[in-house]
């Protein structure tokens, strides 16, 4: 499964770089820290801002849309529901006391701008949530598969690499075979081309001419085959680079 290779992967690196582990142990919890103090800002902001508005009756309604921006962003729909669940309690809560921007005439009246008001806010902030948090899935499969590319790479080239020294290995030995094979078959047949010449030599005015093309055949048969030898030891060589 990706999920537990990409554990595998995590684990892995973790064992390979315990000191790289520990200073992102801590990096991690110093970056927790600043999230759980940003999003207690946040909802103090939500709380400060909103109390102003709905029942100090401050013309700052709009100052709570960025608030509920920063929450989608930063903390997804988690945040987005806290701030807008609080925005739902003091609005409604003013309302029905009798303060606030959404105050009309008769009861219906105010509950009906005041939903209207709640409805546009929150639909449109946990609609950004959702786009954010799919954003935020997508960052993060795409790390995933980043880091299983990454992992896989290495492992295809040490795979690679092993290969190369394997092959450098067997060209070795081939080229060494070859040698061996060369010199091994090259000196029978140095032998026999030898003892042939001298006997050519020795009996040149005793034999008839048909002995002597029989001598000549077996010499010339010998130096062919000590070239074509000679031609596949090249080429072992070349095969060899």
Not at 100 to 119: E, K, N
Not at 140 to 159: G, I, K, M, S
Not at 203 to 227: A, F, K, P, T, W
Request: hydrophobic share 50%.
């Amino acid at each position: 499964m990706p999920e537990d290779r990409s554990a595998s992967l995590e684990m892995r690196s973790r064992w390979k770089n315990p000191l790289g582990s520990w200073l992102a142990l801590r990096s991690g919890a110093s970056v927790r820290l600043a999230h759980c103090i940003e999003a207690a800002v946040l909802e103090a902001a939500v709380l400060v801002i909103g109390v102003l508005v709905f029942f100090c009756e401050m013309p700052l309604e709009y100052g709570l849309l960025p608030l509920l921006l920063w929450a989608a962003l930063r903390f997804g729909l988690p945040g987005a529901v806290l701030c807008g669940l609080t925005i739902v309690i003091l609005s409604t809560l003013s309302t029905a006391l009798g303060f606030g921007p959404f105050v009309r005439s008769t009861s219906q009246d105010s509950l009906i701008s005041l939903y209207t008001f709640l409805a546009v806010t929150i639909i449109c902030t946990l609609y950004l949530a959702g786009i954010f948090a799919e954003r935020k899935k997508a960052e993060h499969e795409v790390w995933r598969l980043n880091a299983e590319l990454e992992q896989l790479v290495r492992e295809r080239t040490a795979q690679l690499e092993a290969t190369n020294r394997e092959l450098s290995r067997s060209n070795a030995e081939l080229q060494e075979f070859a040698h061996v094979a060369s010199h091994d078959l090259q000196e029978p047949l140095r032998t026999v081309s030898s003892c042939v010449q001298i006997l050519r030599k020795r009996y040149s005015g005793v034999v008839d001419e048909r002995i002597n093309e029989i001598i000549d055949h077996v010499v010339g048969g010998c130096q062919r085959m000590l070239d074509q030898i000679n031609a596949v030891l090249a080429m072992a060589q070349v095969l060899s680079l």
